[in-house]
């Protein structure tokens, strides 16, 4: 089954050249377009969705592309997923572009080639705009499309989030009632459109209650455990280090905790943790964590049933923000 990559290989030229030769977009010499155009030929590849959507038959068969399959995250939102989908009577295929082996560019529209009736992209990374050009296209010849978790700017495709400014904001001014001042944020991938909606709440419920914004106190993480790990001891070994560490994820709180305890220090005593997500482990850790819960599997469910409705041409709603809510444990306490 060629892909881009394939083509920019056999013809020499890069993916993005390809591309923009495929799609009959400029800046592309005509000797070159030329020759990518037979290649795709040769190769058998479908040069654009309306070629793709022509010969696309009914599989009842929903593809799902989802980053850390293994994740109790990601498995809270394929569970909601497969609530809607098991009573439509259609199967699902998980893809995991990890496993795939192609470049961003390239692996969303290998998964469009594959018999599936639509996708969910459900906590994957930011896709680079030809790949959202691309799933944009694929919508318009009805094949229908929807993110979770993941909210794609100046885009047509719809998406299912929560309220990541809003949960950011109601954890930080937790904090702050809690008597905090130097509040340590664990920030998650800037190619992520969560990470920048928690940052601004974080920040925003600072400003509002006339604490400066200070670039000192923040880390970058990826969502993965060690990086809360490593953020929480560079904050630790500030001058002035902060008495409360909002990390934007759970797994990456649960590495504020082994931090935190490896340098002897107690939680909530000493320094107080709240996370973002409220996964199974939150409550079952020692302390219990103080976490923003985001309806995972409503996640799940809302975006499935939208994409039902798009195959059924009845779509009852463009996007979706679901609600979020502070959860309170264990592991925060006042600022001694």
Same mark, same amino acid.
């Given at each position: 089954?060629? #892909?881009?990559?394939?083509?920019?290989?056999?013809?020499?030229?890069?993916i993005?050249?390809?591309?923009?030769?495929?799609a009959?977009?400029?800046?592309?010499a005509?000797? #070159?377009r030329q020759r990518?155009l %037979?290649?795709?030929k040769?190769?058998g +590849?479908?040069?654009?969705?309306e070629?793709r959507?022509?010969?696309?038959?009914?599989?009842?068969t929903i593809g799902?592309l989802v980053?850390?399959? $293994?994740s %109790?995250y990601?498995?809270e939102?394929i569970?909601?997923?497969s609530?809607i989908?098991?009573?439509a009577?259609?199967?699902?295929v998980?893809f995991?572009?990890?496993r795939?082996?192609?470049a961003?560019?390239d692996y969303?529209?290998?998964v469009?080639? +594959?018999a599936?009736?639509?996708?969910?992209?459900?906590?994957?990374?930011r896709?680079?705009?030809?790949s959202v050009d +691309?799933?944009?296209q694929m919508?318009r010849?009805h094949?229908?499309?929807?993110?979770?978790?993941?909210?794609?700017?100046?885009?047509?495709i719809?998406?299912i989030t929560?309220? @990541?400014?809003q949960?950011? +904001?109601d954890? #930080?001014r937790?904090l702050i009632?809690? &008597?905090?001042?130097?509040? $340590?944020?664990?920030l998650g991938? *800037?190619t992520?459109?969560p990470? &920048?909606?928690?940052?601004?709440?974080?920040?925003?419920a600072? #400003?509002?209650?006339?604490?400066?914004y200070d670039?000192c106190l923040?880390?970058? &993480?990826?969502f993965?455990?060690h990086?809360?790990?490593?953020a929480a001891?560079?904050?630790m070994a500030?001058? %002035?280090?902060p008495?409360?560490?909002?990390?934007s @994820?759970?797994?990456m709180?649960?590495?504020?905790?082994?931090?935190v305890?490896q340098?002897?220090?107690?939680?909530p005593?000493?320094?107080?943790?709240?996370?973002?997500?409220?996964? &199974?482990?939150s409550?079952?850790i *020692?302390?219990a964590l103080?976490t923003?819960?985001q309806?995972?599997r %409503?996640m799940?469910?809302?975006?499935a049933?939208m994409?039902?409705?798009?195959l059924r041409d009845?779509?009852?709603m463009?996007s979706?923000?679901?609600?979020?809510s502070?959860?309170l444990?264990?592991?925060?306490?006042p600022?001694?």
């Amino acid at each position: 089954m060629p #892909t881009l990559s394939d083509i920019a290989s056999d013809v020499g030229v890069s993916i993005m050249t390809v591309s923009r030769a495929l799609a009959d977009k400029p800046g592309v010499a005509q000797e #070159t377009r030329q020759r990518v155009l %037979e290649s795709a030929k040769r190769l058998g +590849y479908a040069t654009n969705p309306e070629g793709r959507a022509a010969v696309r038959e009914t599989t009842s068969t929903i593809g799902v592309l989802v980053n850390n399959i $293994g994740s %109790e995250y990601a498995g809270e939102i394929i569970d909601g997923i497969s609530n809607i989908l098991d009573v439509a009577n259609y199967d699902i295929v998980i893809f995991n572009p990890f496993r795939m082996r192609r470049a961003p560019s390239d692996y969303v529209i290998e998964v469009c080639r +594959y018999a599936i009736d639509g996708l969910l992209i459900a906590a994957a990374n930011r896709l680079q705009q030809q790949s959202v050009d +691309y799933l944009e296209q694929m919508i318009r010849q009805h094949f229908p499309v929807v993110f979770i978790d993941q909210r794609v700017a100046d885009s047509t495709i719809p998406c299912i989030t929560a309220q @990541n400014w809003q949960g950011a +904001y109601d954890a #930080t001014r937790y904090l702050i009632q809690l &008597g905090h001042r130097r509040i $340590g944020f664990v920030l998650g991938p *800037h190619t992520e459109s969560p990470s &920048g909606e928690r940052l601004a709440g974080y920040r925003d419920a600072l #400003t509002q209650n006339g604490i400066v914004y200070d670039d000192c106190l923040i880390r970058n &993480g990826d969502f993965a455990r060690h990086s809360g790990y490593i953020a929480a001891q560079s904050l630790m070994a500030l001058d %002035e280090p902060p008495t409360a560490i909002f990390a934007s @994820n759970d797994p990456m709180a649960f590495g504020v905790y082994k931090a935190v305890q490896q340098a002897g220090k107690r939680i909530p005593e000493d320094i107080s943790v709240i996370g973002f997500d409220d996964i &199974g482990l939150s409550a079952d850790i *020692h302390p219990a964590l103080t976490t923003v819960r985001q309806p995972l599997r %409503e996640m799940g469910r809302v975006g499935a049933q939208m994409l039902l409705d798009m195959l059924r041409d009845n779509p009852h709603m463009k996007s979706a923000e679901l609600r979020t809510s502070l959860i309170l444990r264990d592991s925060c306490a006042p600022s001694r």
